[in-house]
Every structure is written in C-alpha cells, then in structure tokens.
C-alpha cells in the first residue's frame, strides 16, 4: 500500500512549497516553519543588533568578543527556527504576555547595557536600521521563548548526593584558589609584515609546529627559532606564576594538560599561541560541604538546560522546516 501523508501535514507541505516559491526570490527567505516564514533580512537584523549589544558588553574583552560574534552568526537562523516553534506552542496554549514585561525588559537592557542611557539604544537600533517597535517586538518573542523554555526546564528531580559528589571530583580543580603554572609558549603573529604573509598562513605554520612537537622536536629549541614573544630567547620558558596572573585562556589551557602536554593552537587576538605544560602546583581546594548548596544548584541548571533540549528536539522532529 502506497504511503500518504495526513490532510494536514499535505496541506503543510503544500503551503510550505508554495512559500517558497513565491517568496524566496523576492523576499529572501531563509526558512519556512509550520509554514511561518524568517526572512534572510530578519536574520540580518537579528545578527547586527545582537552585535551591537555584545560590542556594547564585551567591549574590554576582545577575544570573548570575537568568539560570541562567530558563534552568534553560526547559529542565529538557528535559534529564530527554535523560537518560531516555541511561539507556535506558546499561540496553541492562548498565552498572553503583559505589556509591562516588556517595557521591564527594555528597561532593564538600557540599565545595565547603556548605564542608563537609553538615547544611546536608540541610537544603536537606527545604526541597525532597525525601529524600536521592532526591537520592542523582538524583546516581546524573547521574554516568550524564556518563559516557555523556564517552563519546560523547571520540573527537575533535585541531586542526589552521589551527583553532588561526582560533580565536585569532576570540577574541584576550576575552584582552587593559590595555584601556579611553569609553562613554556612558542607565539606565532597573525600579521608579520612580510610578503605573502597572511593570518591563514600563520595559522598554518602554527599547526605544523606543534604537530612537530607532537612528534617529539624540542620545545626549547622550536621556541628559538620561531616564537616571536618576549620569552622566545629562553626556549619560550616562562616563571612560576600564579594562575590569577595569566590570560584565563592560557591558564585554563595550561591547567587541563598534563605536566609536558602540549596543547592545541590558542587563537588570541594578535597571535597563535602554543602552550607546554612544565608544572604545576594545584592550590588549596573548598570543602564538599561548603560547595554543596552551589553544587546542587549547577546540577539542578543542568538538568533543567537537558529538559529544555529534549522538549526543542520533540518540536523540531514534529515540525515541517524547510531552509534555503
């Protein structure tokens, strides 16, 4: 017997396609949800303003900067599909939200966000292109996925103490505190100022070296010959130093390897960096029981954040996306 679709999952597709068709020249569409289109501009909207906020957020934090925006631009049609589907659930349960959770949430962006200045928000939407209607839109879809997701993560079993105590063994060496590395750093620039050097072909010189290193070349001797950093004349060796002192990249790096383990290429803002691994004095742990309260509550985030992907996961399989 010939399969067939339900009436109304034909009627979908149809209107699906014929949205498709109809719109995605003219219109630019990057995806078509339960037959309720996102245009590629929406997604260009979403990008700029997001952007506009981290870059107002992250302004003395360069390199999260850059990584927020690369993982904002990889996932924003992404995350609009995921919240079409929740305002779908949230249209089929009659939800309704108050005027006033808006304006608070606005009002809460130009307090932390713009100290205050809520000129300064405006301003930044019209670079946007982008009216505060819109933005106040926006805010309204937001404050509906977070409630939706709030609703759907909440109702978790609270940890056991065997999870409390898996957790700490797990993580009792990000709550150290007095610790000190010994490592050695080779840094290869991203910009050299030399004919046919590129950001890319330095990266590419990066990995060879430490796939050199990998294979058992010296790190001393590869640090003097290609680091270009202010340690490179020593091998690249560096002092003792607290954990607090350095770049939290390198320090978290440095700290997850093993004593001479070499880690991958670091991509810092003006340099690749390869980090060894000389030493490492670990310092004094918290007990168990004063981190249990903060424990319970990281475990309790993390199963609500699993009951939020496993709700998204059965809304995506049930639903009809069709992207360009």
Known sequence: ????????????????????????????LA????????????????????????????????DRLKKEIANLRATALDALIDRELILIEFAKVGGVIKAQYVDDQINNIVREGYKGDRDALVNDLARAGMSMKKFREMQEKSIISNVMRAKHG??????????VEDYYSKHVDEWRVGGQLKISTISIPKFTGEAGATPE??????????????????????????????????GGAWEWMPVTDLDPMI???????KVGGISQVLDKETNYIIVSCDAKKPGEAPPLEKMRVNIQRLIQAE????????????????AVIKRF
């Open 201 to 234: 072909s330095q990266r590419k010189l990066a990995n060879e070296l430490r796939s050199q290193l990998l294979n058992g070349k010296d790190f001393a001797t590869m640090a003097r010959s290609y680091s270009q950093d202010s340690r490179a004349e020593f």
């Open 154 to 163: 909440g109702e978790q079993a609270p940890p056991t103490p065997k999870e």
């Open 303 to 318: 199963k609500s954040r699993k009951g939020v992907d496993e709700w998204m996961k059965l809304l995506r399989q049930k």
């Open 251 to 257: 320090a978290t790096t440095a700290m997850g390897l």
């Open 1 to 28: 017997m010939p399969f067939s679709l339900p009436k109304a999952a034909t009627a979908l597709f149809l209107l699906t396609a014929s949205l498709a068709n109809a719109q995605s020249m003219s219109n630019g």
């Open 31 to 62: 995806a078509v949800v339960q037959g309720k289109p996102i245009t590629k501009s929406e997604v260009r909207e979403t990008i700029k303003i997001q952007e506009q906020m981290l870059m107002m957020q992250l302004q003395n934090d360069p």
